[in-house]
């Protein structure tokens, strides 16, 4: 098509869907938000603040409304568009479907304003007819699936033209960012090192300019798609002295229309409540209002942040800033929003509010990001390749995400003149290439790139939306389930190999880490919107799979779809797919009720079934006898209490997930399974009775020492009478054990097994009772590679084979009773986490030296400790927890010279220590350099100390 032509087809369909638009919000405001009025009181004040626009609806005359719709509508019919490319044909034809539903749903409303009286004012329509409320409700539904898919027609327009200004989020229809990850383009000294450290000081002045401004104050910031805005938000949001400052805090990505308000209502309680008991038993079952008046009425006493990701919605907002309450604390509310109108309507619904424009990098600092990731210094870049590295970087038109793109990929070449010449020239290439499609053709080089071992890897993240992040451990399971990893080194097991593939798709930055354990492994990962946008692309075009959640109204699912991931969606969805080219279902929660299992039968061919948070009660006594080709079955956080004995059948099976199962025993049959990796079968207990704390685990039948390939095991029951013990000597490849219930006779066999574990890296081991000791004398020779210990029971004595383990990085003691002198012996352990938990009895805890590794100390639970200090013990330590130490009434000794100290959190400590922490108290010069100090006591914050 003419480039002519298209951009006229653009303009003619963006005019189209700015008349629909303006169209549904008078619907929206008059359908949509009376709907539940009254139900909903405090939207009184907003309604009210409507009342002189819905009075000026020409609801008389609704075909002054639909004449500039209709006129642009006939435009769609020229042939130099409607004969152009099949993107626009296709475009053409969604807009032209979407304006005859809006003609249908208008006279619908048409015929409901006269039902109820016209124009009259807002407040007298409060009590409507039922016929005329559930005709509004109706109405409110039609608009939201409209909404969703205009969004989705604006995504592809906006994208085009280099990404201009009106660009929208990405596939509206489908994905949302999970609230506690938020995806970073780069790293907070990369933030500071490219001139936007003078934005972020101003954010996070304002954030903390409560004195001068203590009411509501709402701060946005507007960008495209790629600039950074996340980074920089959340620069300023993880700042130490800025989350100091208030007592709450949530970050809510809202991002799509399929996200309702109650949805994203439900999630900022999740985050604000921080499982107090305070928080609601039926929050589920609240509407959007209830749960407006439980965070508003929860948060009208908290100085609060929240922070609002991603918006694209003034009704969104609208609906949300009624529960974030003007409480006169200095609260703040921080948007982003691809959307410049947005940012200035949010800003106005405060005093002072502000927006901060976030646009894209100088041609300097886009060059030095280019070259940190393509060298990891920009001072490595060789003289000859100076210039051609300047011409890849300004391709990257000063995006960050795109520049960090490019420079991993580049960290993959040979840094050679010819093999960086042919890099810009096939980026040309797929420019030219490209043109027809919507996203910047760095990203699809950046794609097109990938070894081929790789893409199906990549692809792989189809299957999460953005409320979920992909797990490290669970993906590698998955990508070895599904064929994806090869054996490339006898020396490796398949794990070493899918993770060197995903730490290589994390070092090309095509996939970004979200989450690190604390000593230091990945935890969790996504992929930004852009790539995600290509991600769905490719799946579409080679089928590979599909993603959907349940509250998008009329999914379309191809009949021949292998790969499909489904978000609390009803079974019924599955009625239409062709359950013989299924190959992976993941059915992740479910939309309400009781799922059957019986529509497994119909999957004779899958080889990951993956029913997490789905309300499952059991499997089918029967598992289909294609069940052979099953690898990966999780039944995590579902109702199941068993399992049946067709179990024997999946003998290809290499993962079997029952966490937070009710499942308490395994069938014989698992011993069947000669291709099992791993197994998990646990569920915690975690109360407010002693012991407070502790794993559920399973019974094991005779003959798991026959799982020659089982790598984890967690957590199962000691059953010395079964062989249980002596028989887990023979999995000398386990990489993770998890055993409970042990009795002190048990140790030595125990011992005896776990010095045949030479590959072990977690170990964790349990008594069966807070009193009963747990006796592990001996263990030689030690498991050299273990990295995490956790033990929970009454040592007598730390047994001296611990002090020889030199790769540990994390020990958690549980119900030791440990002496004083056993605790100081810990200090030349290289750890860099330290749990004492319920573990010491003594009054008083001196560390004296040594630590120097440690960066985190958690102490709970020590009811007798009176006083504690530090001396010259962890130089290093950066985070620090004391809960529930009921006589502890003054801050350890020897806090003041810990300089790296940047966390201190209180739970339930006497208010003498608390007291003493504040303004003018006797402790508050000791803590005065920790920027963040927080009291999780019931009313009570004393985080502005530090202010």
């Not at 642009?72 to 769609?76: D, F, G, I, N, R």
């Given at each position: 098509m003419p480039a002519a032509a298209a951009r006229r087809g653009r303009q003619i369909i963006e005019s189209e869907l700015q008349c629909l638009s303006v169209v549904l919000r008078l619907v929206i405001r008059s359908a949509g938000e009376m709907a539940e009025h009254s139900r909903q009181q405090r939207l009184i004040a907003l309604l009210a603040s409507k009342q002189e626009m819905l009075r000026r609806i020409p609801w008389g005359n609704m075909d002054r409304v639909l004449e500039p719709l209709r006129s642009?509508?006939?435009?769609?019919s020229?042939?130099?568009?409607?004969?152009?490319a099949s993107d626009a044909k296709q475009w053409v034809q969604q807009v032209t479907e979407i304006g005859r539903d809006v003609e249908d749903m208008l006279d619908e409303t048409r015929s409901i304003s006269r039902s109820s009286g016209g124009s009259r004012s807002v407040l007298s329509t409060l009590a409507p007819t039922i016929n005329v409320f559930r005709a509004r409700r109706r109405i409110a539904k039609q608009v939201k699936h409209i909404n969703s898919r205009i969004d989705a027609i604006k995504l592809r327009l906006s994208l085009l033209a280099n990404l201009d200004d009106r660009e929208s989020p990405a596939n509206a229809t489908r994905y949302r960012m999970d609230d506690r990850q938020l995806d970073d383009v780069l790293s907070f000294e990369e933030v500071e090192a490219l001139g936007v450290d003078s934005c972020r000081n101003d954010m996070a002045a304002s954030l903390l300019d409560s004195g001068k401004a203590p009411g509501l104050r709402v701060i946005s910031v507007v960008g495209i798609a790629g600039v950074g805005?996340?980074?920089?938000?959340?620069?300023?949001?993880?700042?130490?002295?800025?989350?100091?400052?208030?007592?709450?805090h949530a970050w809510i990505t809202v991002g799509t229309a399929s996200s309702s308000a109650a949805n994203l209502l439900k999630r900022i309680m999740l985050q604000v409540?921080?499982?107090?008991?305070?928080?609601?038993?039926?929050?589920?079952?609240?509407?959007?209002?209830?749960?407006?008046?439980?965070?508003?009425?929860?948060?009208?006493?908290?100085p609060y942040l929240v922070v609002l990701d991603d918006i694209w919605s003034s009704d969104i907002w609208d609906y949300l800033s009624v529960a974030l309450p003007d409480n006169g604390l200095g609260s703040r509310i921080v948007v982003s929003s691809r959307v410049p109108d947005i940012g200035r309507q949010c800003r106005w619904a405060s005093a002072g509010g502000q927006v901060f424009r976030h646009g894209p990098l100088t041609v300097d600092d886009s060059l030095r990001l280019?070259?940190?990731?393509?060298?990891?210094?920009e001072d490595e870049c060789p003289p000859e390749l100076e210039s051609v590295a300047a011409r890849i970087a300004g391709e990257c038109k000063g995006l960050p995400l795109l520049l960090v793109a490019m420079g991993g990929l580049m960290s993959t070449k040979d840094r050679s003149v010819p093999v960086w010449n042919n890099v810009l020239d096939q980026l040309h290439k797929t420019k030219k290439l490209q043109q027809q499609l919507t996203l910047p053709s760095v990203l699809w080089f950046a794609y097109d790139d990938l070894p081929n071992r790789l893409k199906a890897c990549f692809l792989y993240f189809v299957l999460f939306p953005?409320?979920?992040?992909?797990?490290r451990t669970a993906l590698i399971r998955l990508w070895i389930a599904e064929g994806f990893v090869h054996k490339e080194d006898s020396s490796k097991t398949l794990e070493d190999t899918a993770e060197e593939y995903l730490m290589e798709l994390v070092h090309r930055n095509l996939v970004q880490v979200m989450e690190y354990y604390d000593y230091g492994k990945v935890k969790s990962c996504s992929v930004h919107d852009m790539f995600r946008e290509i991600i769905i692309h490719k799946s579409e075009e080679q089928n590979f799979g599909t993603s959907v959640t349940g509250d998008v109204i009329g999914s379309k699912l191809g009949a021949n779809v292998r790969r499909l991931s489904t978000v609390d969606a009803k079974e019924d969805l599955l009625q239409d797919v062709r359950a013989g080219n299924v190959r992976t279902l993941f059915m992740l929660g479910a939309s309400s009720g009781s799922v059957s299992s019986s529509f497994i039968s119909e999957f004779k061919l899958l080889r990951v079934l993956d029913l997490e948070g789905a309300p499952v009660d059991r499997l089918p006594e029967e598992l289909p006898d294609g069940g052979i080709y099953l690898r990966y079955l999780s039944l995590r956080n579902t109702r199941v209490s068993q399992l049946p004995k067709s179990l024997k059948k999946l003998?290809?099976?290499q993962t079997l997930d029952l966490k937070g199962t009710y499942v308490s025993k395994l069938p014989s049959g698992i011993t069947k399974l000669q291709n099992i990796r791993h197994l998990l079968a646990y569920r915690y207990y975690s109360g407010r009775h002693p012991p407070y704390y502790y794993a559920i685990g399973v019974t094991l039948p005779q003959g798991i020492g026959q799982l020659s390939d089982l790598q984890k095991l967690t957590y199962v029951e000691a059953d010395k009478e079964n062989g249980t013990l002596a028989e887990l000597g023979r999995l000398k490849q386990l990489k993770r054990l998890g055993i409970v219930k042990l009795r002190e006779r048990d140790g030595p066999c125990l011992c005896s097994s776990i010095a045949k574990m030479t590959e072990l890296l977690s170990l964790s081991a349990a008594s069966i009772s807070i009193d009963e000791p747990l006796d592990l004398p001996f263990v030689n020779p030690a498991p050299q590679r273990l990295e995490r210990l956790y033990l929970r029971g009454n040592l007598p004595t730390l047994p001296r084979w611990i002090f020889s383990l030199r790769s540990l990085v994390r020990i958690r003691l549980r119900w030791s009773r440990l002496s004083e002198g056993s605790i100081k012996e810990l200090q030349s352990l290289p750890v860099i986490e330290l749990a004492l938990i319920q573990a010491y009895d003594g009054v008083t805890l001196h560390f004296g030296e040594g630590f120097n590794r440690l960066q985190i100390l958690e102490i709970d639970h020590l009811t007798n400790l009176e006083h504690m200090s530090f001396g010259a013990a962890m130089p290093n330590i950066q985070k620090m927890s004391i809960r529930s130490c009921g006589k502890l009434n003054t801050i350890p000794d020897g806090v003041e010279g810990l300089k790296y100290l940047k966390e201190i959190h209180l739970f339930a400590m006497p208010d003498l220590l608390v007291s003493s922490l504040k303004e003018g108290g006797a402790n508050h010069d000791k803590v005065g350099h920790i920027p963040f100090i927080r009291v999780y006591n019931e009313h009570r914050d004393i985080s502005s100390i530090n202010l």
């Open positions: 642009v509508s006939a435009e769609l020229d042939p130099g568009i409607a004969n152009g805005k996340t980074t920089l938000v959340r620069s300023v949001y993880n700042e130490p002295r800025v989350r100091g400052r208030f007592r709450c409540f921080l499982d107090r008991p305070e928080m609601p038993a039926n929050a589920d079952s609240m509407d959007e209002m209830q749960l407006a008046d439980t965070v508003g009425g929860y948060l009208s006493d908290k280019f070259l940190r990731k393509a060298f990891r210094s953005r409320t979920y992040c992909a797990k003998t290809h099976l």
